[in-house]
């Protein structure tokens, strides 16, 4: 069998995602092909990924294409390209690493026949609730535009009927929408494709990260992976409210803003923007991000909607790091008070101020590794379909919540 694994995108968490996924259906022992832009294939902060999936066997080309943007419009692109590049080569299965786009963009690769498609939607939106937590209603965020574009996509994905539809948040299937989830995507055998290993497998943290990049080596540290801006979803603009309160109440507290996109600022080192904040202006190699939560003193990993769990709570998990959420999110469900995480109200800069002072200057909560949902095997068994998640799964604080089966 050869898989065929196109990932269009360049920015954000896609590139590596994709590259992970082709390295799980390599080590099903398929033959996989990984086409990947220009700008992904010659970055030299994403060397540390491709080496990995080179090493193991998988074969990566070109799309041809210098990169896009997460939006829709890469989704209609991506669907596109499918449809004239990989026409006269379809192999026996077709992988789409983010549907999600895709469907934004109401297109889905046609596929010729006896080929077999498998898409991994990021965000079915399934656990919305009917009525939106108080804090959400009290600024205007009732969701009602995200829970019909849900309806929508998920309407989408069923007329088409993929071979396989895997899911990267746990939440959909043992959360409090997975009556919701399954009464909508049950006709297509969903299955759940942990993400624990994302970050973290063949991977080596750059012990020394503060040094390298230019931070100072001492003193307690929020990491935020990704940009400051408004309008986000991540509420990270939040920050600039209540970083003043926390520096008043800690002096010696950092912030170190690590993001950028790999056609934007190349800059080897961080800038000091004074009240202890500092940026790099560029995305973090995999060793260079791992160091860098290795080293943080607490990683921000607020979520300003109802969506899943972000990647970089794994990573923060295996290296005994707590975590900012938003109350009003899905994660304090799995990271809360006493297990890996702090929740705050993403809104109010003085709870935010309070949960970070709390993470760095508390002896952190931590949650041994071992915990992280699935691994690699656990993550290549569902991906291979011979799986399915079950409560025994959950992080124990869960398992037994009636809530959940």
């Keep these: 069998m050869t898989t065929f694994i196109p990932e269009l995108m360049s920015a954000g968490h896609a590139p590596g995602f994709a590259i992970w996924v082709a390295r799980l259906a390599r080590a099903n022992d398929e033959s996989t092909v990984l086409y990947l832009p220009d700008a992904v294939i010659h970055s030299d902060l ?37 449809r004239d590049d990989l026409a006269s080569k379809p192999g026996d299965r077709l992988i789409i690493p983010t549907v999600d786009l ?27 609730p009917l009525i939106p937590p108080w804090p959400l209603l009290r600024r205007g965020r009732t969701g009602l535009r995200t829970r019909l574009e849900g309806r929508r996509n998920g309407r989408l994905l069923i007329e088409k009927a993929p071979h396989r539809t895997f899911v990267v948040d746990p ?53 935020l992976v990704g940009h400051v801006a408004p309008f986000d979803g991540k509420c990270r603009n939040v920050l600039e409210d209540a970083w003043s309160r926390v520096r008043r109440s800690s002096p ?28 790099l202006a560029r995305p973090l190699s995999q060793p260079d991000y791992l160091g ?64 970070i002072i709390r993470a760095l200057e508390s002896n952190a909560p931590s949650t041994d590794a071992g915990s992280c949902l699935g691994g690699f095997e656990g993550a290549v068994e569902a991906l291979a379909g011979r799986c399915r998640f079950t409560p025994a799964d959950l992080p124990a604080h869960l398992r037994d919540r009636e809530d959940l089966r």
């Design 46 to 82: 994403m060397r540390p990924n491709l080496e990995l999936a080179e090493k193991a066997g998988v074969e990566i080309r070109s799309t041809g294409t210098p990169g896009e943007g997460y939006n829709a419009r890469a989704g209609l692109r991506a669907s596109d390209w499918c």
């Design 102 to 128: 895709m469907l934004e963009a109401e297109r889905l690769p046609e596929v010729p026949r006896g080929v077999d498609l498998g898409v991994i939607y990021h965000q079915p939106r399934t656990q919305l």
């Design 171 to 223: 939440h959909e299937f043992l959360g409090p929408g997975r009556r919701r989830f399954m009464r909508r995507f049950e006709s297509l055998a969903p299955r759940l494709l942990p993400i624990s290993s994302l970050n973290l497998e063949g991977f080596r943290a750059n012990l020394e990260a503060r040094r390298t990049l230019g931070l100072p080596t001492e003193g307690p540290m929020l990491v």
């Design 252 to 279: 010696e507290a950092m912030l170190a803003i690590c993001g950028g996109e790999l056609e934007g600022d190349d800059s080897p080192r961080v800038v000091d923007e004074g009240n202890g904040v500092f940026r």
């Design 292 to 355: 860098m939560v290795r080293e943080a003193s607490a990683v921000w990993a607020v979520r300003e909607r109802l969506q899943g769990v972000s990647s970089s709570i794994d990573a923060a998990m295996h290296y005994g790091k707590p975590v900012i959420v938003s109350a009003t999110n899905v994660s304090p469900a799995w990271y809360t008070d006493g297990v890996g995480g702090i929740a705050v109200d993403h809104g109010d800069p003085r709870s935010v101020a309070r949960g």
